[in-house]
């Protein structure tokens, strides 16, 4: 089949990468892609959000699916357009629908989806600018440290986490008051602060049965020790050490599969990936976040640790029977390190030229931020290659992620020497 991949990132490479070994792909595009999806699939020069010409290029190449990899499209509804157009209605569309992708679209929805599905989670309220005071009185009763959120979409930068209770409250002012994130914060939540250890649980579900798919663990600061300005994610490990079996069945007794009770109570369609962010504080899960689609780096280890085909499972969760199909997860450790541009996240430059890919032999190069120009790989984002290695532990996985970013080249690259370095 015909199938368009929705995207432009590290996330989007894996998929086409994983999707590609699938005999039932014969022909994928991907918009607009990078300079890595292009040395494997087609590009095409068209923006995800507009719903419109992605049906006229949809109609015009006999696609027969659509796999969105970004949350914009997912929040702007890209799943209800098809299911409500005669011409595309029998497209399956992988993706959650508009309501659906409410989890991700709006911290307040997916707030109250938890606690009214019991989905253990932090103690929070919602502020508008119109009780802004309120808020601040709120934060006295809270211990430090003070989450805030942004409700809307702020491009992963819409979380602060401040130790000082008056800067917490003048952030507040900030975000509601001054619109610091747009109108992504014209509600905020204030969230009362879980102290653990990180991790992601990743979800394919058709909205009635479901597969877990390997955890992940990232790594969002931009400097070593986890210090820093927050990133997109500047590199990840999987499967996380610390999630063992035991642990695991907490995550799906008590969180995935009231999730997905929740989307058939709550009449809500949901065909696609759960990212589910995960805190472990002493040996129990509580939700962070969720997210309606798969995270990046998470994509770039988890997909090469799924054995099974990419595309026969998209097929079944369309068909809503993905009870009915195999799934296989390698036992190898996968790990990827995320090389960016000087100055990231803050400004950097583009158009730098990137050589030695060709030396690369030990590790799957994902293209991030990268576009051809002259016929040379240029960068042409803050994040852009992910070095993603095998191995039977996470730490000689990393060993060759480090070895295979020392044969690339660019001006300004940087990356981070210290992924995993609270899993040893």
């Given at each position: 089949m015909n199938i368009l991949l929705l995207g432009s990132g590290g996330r989007e490479h894996a998929f086409a990468w994983k999707m590609l070994q699938s005999n039932k792909c014969s022909k994928l595009f991907v918009a607009p892609g990078n300079a890595g999806t292009a040395s494997i699939a087609t590009n095409v020069a068209m923006n995800p959000n507009d719903f419109f010409a992605v049906k006229e290029f949809v109609l015009n190449s006999n696609i027969e699916m659509v796999v969105v990899g970004p949350e914009d499209p997912l929040v702007n509804g890209i799943y209800d357009f098809f299911k409500n157009d005669d011409l595309l209605t029998q497209i399956p569309v992988i993706g959650p629908s508009k309501l659906g992708a409410q989890l991700e679209g709006s911290k307040e929805f997916a707030k109250e989806f938890l606690v009214k599905h019991n989905i253990p989670t932090a103690r929070y309220q919602s502020f508008t600018k119109d009780t802004v005071e309120a808020g601040c009185e709120f934060l006295t009763t809270l211990n430090a440290p003070y989450v805030l959120k942004a409700d809307g979409l702020a491009a992963g930068k819409g979380v602060l986490i401040l130790n000082d209770l008056a800067e917490a409250q003048q952030e507040l002012k900030n975000m509601l008051v001054d619109a610091k994130f747009g109108d992504a914060s014209s509600k905020v939540v204030i969230e009362e602060f879980l102290d653990g250890i990180e991790l992601s649980c990743f979800v394919l579900t058709d909205?009635?049965?479901?597969?877990?798919?390997?955890?992940?663990?990232?790594?969002?600061?931009?400097?070593?020790?986890?210090?820093?300005?927050?990133?997109?994610?500047?590199?990840?490990?999987?499967?996380?050490?610390?999630?063992?079996?035991?642990?695991?069945?907490?995550?799906?007794?008590?969180?995935?599969?009231?999730?997905?009770?929740?989307?058939?109570?709550?009449?809500?369609?949901?065909?696609?990936?759960?990212?589910?962010?995960?805190?472990?504080?002493?040996?129990?899960?509580?939700?962070?976040?969720?997210?309606?689609?798969?995270?990046?780096?998470?994509?770039?280890?988890?997909?090469?640790?799924?054995?099974?085909?990419?595309?026969?499972?998209?097929?079944?969760?369309?068909?809503?029977?993905?009870?009915?199909?195999?799934?296989?997860?390698?036992?190898?450790?996968?790990?990827?390190?995320?090389?960016?541009?000087?100055?990231?996240?803050?400004?950097?430059?583009?158009?730098?030229?990137?050589?030695?890919?060709?030396?690369?032999?030990?590790?799957?190069?994902?293209?991030?931020?990268?576009?051809?120009?002259?016929?040379?790989i240029v960068s042409n984002g803050g994040r852009v290659l992910a070095f993603t290695s095998y191995a039977d532990n996470f730490e000689d996985a990393l060993k060759k992620s480090y070895s295979s970013i020392e044969k690339v080249k660019f001006d300004g690259m940087y990356f981070r020497k210290d992924i995993g370095f609270d899993l040893k």
């Open positions: 909205g009635k049965s479901y597969k877990l798919l390997p955890t992940a663990k990232d790594y969002k600061r931009i400097g070593e020790g986890d210090q820093g300005l927050n990133t997109g994610g500047m590199g990840a490990v999987s499967p996380v050490p610390f999630a063992d079996a035991e642990f695991m069945k907490k995550i799906e007794e008590r969180i995935v599969i009231p999730t997905v009770n929740g989307f058939q109570s709550d009449n809500i369609e949901y065909k696609g990936f759960v990212f589910i962010g995960l805190i472990k504080v002493g040996d129990d899960p509580f939700v962070i976040e969720y997210n309606v689609r798969m995270g990046d780096p998470e994509t770039e280890v988890v997909l090469p640790r799924l054995k099974s085909d990419l595309v026969e499972l998209f097929q079944a969760v369309g068909a809503q029977k993905l009870d009915e199909v195999s799934f296989e997860i390698d036992e190898r450790a996968a790990t990827t390190v995320m090389v960016v541009s000087g100055g990231y996240p803050e400004d950097y430059e583009k158009n730098k030229v990137i050589t030695g890919l060709e030396y690369v032999t030990d590790s799957i190069v994902f293209h991030a931020g990268t576009a051809l120009k002259d016929n040379e």
